[in-house]
């Protein structure tokens, strides 16, 4: 059973396109993280969330967490080829992750 | 800098054999985690150790065991070898300073691309 359910799995765009992705659960998180993972690489954390309505920018980066604390967003501005890689959201502590969103920026 | 460790980035073994994946964490973590990630399923935990000899079951731990005897090491055991178990293994480690605040950063190492033939 999948905790957390992201969307969409896999998205193409061009270079300076914007795209949402998206992390939901039934479930209530005290925090919810963001880990972006290159080919052949671990996970590397983006983002901790931690309060209800939260917003977070990192860059081009822009992180939500839901009012409810039972969802998130990753919104990306600008897209460029080096954002491309599976983003994936985690239930903080013991670490349960979504199944991921693949992201490909072509030039 | 900070280091996940895993011992080999690519093994091949065969079926019905033990099979041995260790993970050394130089940051003086509580927890470690051991994952595998297979296409579109994303990371799927199958345990964690928050302590020296202390594990639980994740999602996935059938076919599994794992062992903590020293806090920087913990390894992941597959009794029998069978094809379902190849995978990506990702190995992971944590703080437990903000264990009760759900926000400490896991790091990972680089994963261990097993294949079972």
């Known amino acids: 059973t999948q905790l957390l359910e992201q969307s969409p799995q896999f998205l193409s765009i061009q270079e300076g396109e914007n795209l949402t992705v998206y992390c939901n659960s039934s479930?209530?998180?005290?925090?919810l993280q963001w880990y972006r993972q290159e080919p052949g690489e671990g996970p590397v954390l983006l983002v901790t969330?931690?309060?209800?309505?939260e917003v977070k920018k990192l860059k081009r980066l822009t992180f939500q967490f839901g009012d409810a604390r039972k969802d998130s967003s990753l919104h990306i501005t600008a897209a460029q080829p080096g954002d491309t890689g599976l983003y994936l959201c985690a239930k903080g502590g013991k670490l349960i992750f979504g199944q991921g969103t693949e992201l490909s920026v072509k030039p | 800098d900070v280091k996940v460790t895993q011992s080999s980035r690519y093994l091949v073994k065969r079926t019905g054999e033990k099979v041995f994946l260790e993970c050394v964490q130089d940051?003086?973590?509580?927890?470690m985690f051991w994952y595998r990630q297979d296409p579109g399923l994303g990371l799927r935990l199958i345990y964690f150790s928050y302590d020296v000899k202390m594990k639980e079951k994740g999602d996935i731990p059938e076919g599994y065991s794992v062992s903590r005897e020293k806090k920087e090491r913990f390894s992941l055991i597959l009794e029998s070898a069978s094809t379902n178990q190849t995978s990506m293994y990702l190995c992971?480690?944590?703080?437990?300073?903000?264990?009760?605040?759900?926000?400490?950063?896991?790091?990972f190492g680089q994963g261990t691309r097993l294949t079972v033939v």
């Open positions: 940051m003086d973590h509580e927890n």
């Open positions: 992971a480690s944590s703080s437990n300073m903000g264990w009760g605040a759900m926000n400490t950063e896991a790091f």
């Open positions: 969330v931690v309060t209800g309505g």
């Open positions: 479930s209530v998180f005290s925090s």
